[in-house]
């Protein structure tokens, strides 16, 4: 029996450290832009490699917090899926997977300017190929099942996964992405109606409904999820229960490289609910977890276990807002 399963993407991340010299400054209100001379070589400071995929980073989070843990997902060959195996089983990660594609697994280059965010280039390999029939259900023993985002017709496997979880009375945490949430209500309405946590940003869910950020928490809970969070960058995040709303303000802290912050929220959130039931202690985990990644390169190498996590908070007043509905 496991406390958490994943189900999601697995990448080589290749981080490429371009300083300044692809982003041109943006206009006030607007996205930066990036700009690649034709013809030209363009020397850059760093290129490092690691594991990533919101799958593989949620399941690391999990088992640092002492979670019996597995992944599931799609692997394929060669020398980079290898890569992503030996690192989810030194993390003590259960790898849930019967059938290997012939495809390469995903490949997410993230190219970094120096005061600006990132621009991911992703190709997803094999991640979208995961079928039903791929699924093994009878090792789905477990507390909660954790979605992060997946496409196309893998989407329709996590679809598949949660309608099996609701059945079988699996709790299930899910954090969708903009390209899932661009395709509207009516396209999420089974995931979210088998979801007991949502989890997504504030561009995210005004993708699928309207007003304000309290508003909007309101409106989707009414789709299915017992509980609703959306987070809003360095402002902070938002929580809603049914019964009360939640606050947390951003703390300030130097950003290195951001991704995988969200991912480390979500599961910090989830590893909090699990251990307290409580919703200001998970607000807490997700905090000092996401910002303890964004600190350093790479979204898993300073994910924080359970004493970590108290230690920080501990030092650090994360203070939470809370007023009843």
Request: aromatic share 8%; charged share 25%; with cysteine.
């Amino acid at each position: 029996m496991y406390d958490v399963i994943c189900f999601g993407s697995a990448t080589v991340d290749i981080f490429v450290n371009t300083g300044d010299k692809l982003f041109r400054r943006p206009p006030p209100h607007k996205k930066g832009c990036i700009t690649v001379p034709f013809g030209d070589k363009i020397v850059v400071s760093d290129v490092r490699f690691d594991v990533g995929g919101g799958g593989t980073n949620t399941a690391v989070a999990f088992s640092r917090m002492g979670f019996r843990t597995a992944w599931m997902g799609k692997l394929g060959q060669g020398e980079s899926t290898q890569k992503i195996v030996s690192c989810l089983r030194k993390e003590k990660v259960k790898v849930l997977v019967d059938k290997r594609s012939q495809e390469e697994p995903g490949v997410s280059i993230i190219l970094d300017a120096k005061g600006h965010d990132r621009t991911v280039l992703t190709h997803k390999g094999c991640n979208n190929d995961i079928s039903w029939s791929d699924v093994p259900v009878r090792k789905l023993k477990t507390r909660w099942i954790y979605c992060s985002s997946m496409m196309d017709h893998a989407f329709r496997t996590q679809e598949n996964v949660c309608l099996y979880a609701k059945r079988h009375k699996i709790n299930v945490m899910y954090n969708p992405s903009l390209y899932t949430t661009k395709k509207g209500r009516a396209y999420l309405a089974r995931m979210l109606k088998c979801t007991t946590i949502l989890s997504l940003n504030k561009e995210e869910a005004e993708q699928l409904v309207s007003g304000s950020i309290e508003q909007m928490a309101e409106k989707l809970s009414l789709l299915g999820p017992q509980i609703v969070i959306i987070t809003n960058g360095a402002e902070g995040a938002y929580a809603y229960d049914r019964k009360h709303f939640y606050f947390v303000k951003g703390q300030p802290v130097k950003v290195v490289e951001s991704t995988g912050a969200g991912d480390a929220f979500s599961s910090g959130f989830l590893s909090g609910f699990i251990k307290t039931g409580s919703m200001e202690l998970a607000l807490r985990f997700g905090v000092v977890n996401a910002q303890s990644v964004i600190q350093y390169f790479g979204a898993k190498n300073v994910l924080l276990t359970e004493k970590q996590a108290y230690a920080i908070m501990h030092k650090k007043n994360v203070r939470i807002v809370k007023k009843k509905c």
